[in-house]
């Protein structure tokens, strides 16, 4: 991988800029409004952790930022591009090359090796095969997995899979990499380890890195910790009463 590969149009903007972005969902009667005309800043090469109670939305925001899921108001640009404006199309672009994702339960593919799992966002960009393989296999000797690339998601322990995972993230050398709980379902011992791979691929690369966590002591390593707060909900009918409405 290159080094310092984010250098695009952070000069005069943020290098993810979200302004008033707004989602609810419907549940039944029930409108629930998870993020309310919210606002976020993020530099380039930033490490920056969100950190919420359960519910507040924060899955709700990266899925927003990845583009898996539509605002119903707001914008997000990234590098001075504004993504809310794409079509689904421009939005699988923008997913593989420029976003990398790791998810608390790493979503590996089980039929595939390790090696296999980092190489396949890869495939899809189309990169050349043995580079391709090479740049994996760097990337996994890098998180110390150099011994565990033959082996099924199965046959891995949940540290070594989480470690693939982030290798897969960053195989299309994004400009953003969004973890969402990437240690949670980790011991504590090892979730720091995998951590402290994350935080020195992400300085090393200087990628941005929005990290959604619980843990306020991996919060508390990050470059800046951006709180997001639970939204009361709104009544529903069953609870007002139908004949007060
Ligand atoms: N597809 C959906 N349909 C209806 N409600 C949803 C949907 N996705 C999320 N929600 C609701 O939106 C709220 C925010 O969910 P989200 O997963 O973003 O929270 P979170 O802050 O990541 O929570 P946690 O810390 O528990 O993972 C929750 O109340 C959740 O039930």
Known sequence: MNEAPNTVGENRHHFLEIRGLT???QSGERKLKVLDSFDLDLAAGEFLAIAGPSGSGKTTLLNLIAGLDRPDGGRISLAGRDLTALNDKEWDKVRQSDIGFVFQFNQLLPEFTALE??????????HHALELKQQAYDLLEHMGMQDRIGH???QLSGGERQRTAIARALINQPKILLADE????LDQGTGEQVFSLLMGLQKQFNISCLLVTHNPAL???CDRIHGIEKRPES????RIGVDDV
């Open 23 to 25: 989602k609810h969902f």
């Open 117 to 126: 799992n980092v190489m396949l966002p890869g495939m899809l960009k189309k």
């Open 152 to 154: 099924r998601p199965a």
């Open 182 to 185: 990437p240690t949670g379902s």
């Open 219 to 221: 919060a508390n390593l």
């Open 235 to 238: 009544p529903t009918r069953e």
